[in-house]
């Protein structure tokens, strides 16, 4: 049972075992790279997020409270996008718009993405600019608010909701052009 592994992988790392780690990183790894590649674009930061993700895990271990299936794993997850966004801001990765930015008129931001592989779909995220894909991931995926994402990443909450309508178009544009190339 996974959540038994969990547990005696939680117990060896807070006495220290090594094998307990190696198991830890393995199982989880993967899971999380592709989380944290979410938000950044280079492979090479990635490894990097990442190891500096399992660091600050195997450090903070006693920290963690188990809270039913899952729990851990949501743990590591939410430590990968802290490291993730921590590594976006330092790197002056977030495009800032001006307050006063006059928002492009609405237009059809929602792209049909059935049929296309979810690779794919990934990659297209992926190839947004830092501050959309990151506000992008934040708003659609992590479910939080403009004003949670502003504070997250010390932007306007204007900052953040432009940002959005941003990636939703880029993305848009790009899902279009995918169905151009690949359905008909």
């Not at 992988?9 to 989380?35: C, F, I, N, Q």
């Not at 895990?57 to 990968?80: D, P, T």
């Not at 991931?137 to 432009?162: C, D, F, P, Q």
Request: aromatic share 8%; glycine share 6%; proline share 3%.
């Amino acid at each position: 049972m996974a959540n038994d592994r969990d547990l005696h992988a939680v117990r060896g790392v807070l006495k220290g075992d090594r094998s307990a780690m190696a198991d830890l990183y393995h199982r989880h790894a993967g899971y999380l790279a592709a989380t944290c590649s979410r938000y950044v674009g280079s492979d090479e930061a990635v490894r990097d997020i990442l190891q500096t993700s399992f660091l600050k895990i195997f450090s903070s271990m006693g920290r963690f409270e188990y809270r039913g299936a899952g729990s851990l794993r949501a743990w590591m997850n939410r430590i990968v996008i802290n490291e993730s966004l921590k590594y976006l801001r330092e790197e002056c990765r977030m495009q800032s718009l001006p307050e006063d930015y006059e928002r492009e008129p609405d237009g059809p931001e929602d792209a049909d993405v059935s049929e296309i592989p979810e690779t794919d779909l990934l990659e297209m995220i992926r190839a947004l600019p830092d501050g959309y894909r990151t506000v992008f991931n934040l708003y659609v995926l992590e479910e939080k608010s403009h004003r949670e994402i502003a504070s997250m990443l010390g932007i306007s909450e204007g900052t953040s909701a432009s940002q959005l309508h941003r990636a939703k178009s880029m993305l848009a544009s790009m899902i279009r052009e995918y169905r151009k190339e690949h359905f008909q």
